[in-house]
């Protein structure tokens, strides 16, 4: 059996957005579609919405703690899921390591940044 990929649908009802968590999140999965997925976590939302994991087909710790960390470590506000993947992503929250604190940039890397950020703009403008 094929597995599918890990994706997120979004529902509009009128009272919240319901984010659909479907496919296959488990290390393999991810890892294949990696490019695709991590931009649609990264502009995510998550405040009022509802979250519905029940259509996962498959969903381990890498899953569970790439979801966590979308969520900001914190339990949404209205979450529908089955038993055994509340199990999980309860053990991911309980040993979940703090997040390390951003890097401190200096003002040369900072002026480097911008450099690569006009550049990369000059050349959509040309």
Known sequence: MALSSPRISIDNPMTAPCL???????AHTIAAHWQVLKPTLQNLSCTSVVWDLRELEALDHLGAQLL????KRQWPTTLHLLPNQRTMLERV???????PPPPHLSVRQLFLRLGAWVMNRQEHIT
């Open 20 to 26: 659909r968590v479907q496919g296959t999140w488990t």
């Open 68 to 71: 966590w960390n979308t969520w």
């Open 93 to 99: 929250a309980q040993f979940s390591a703090p997040l």
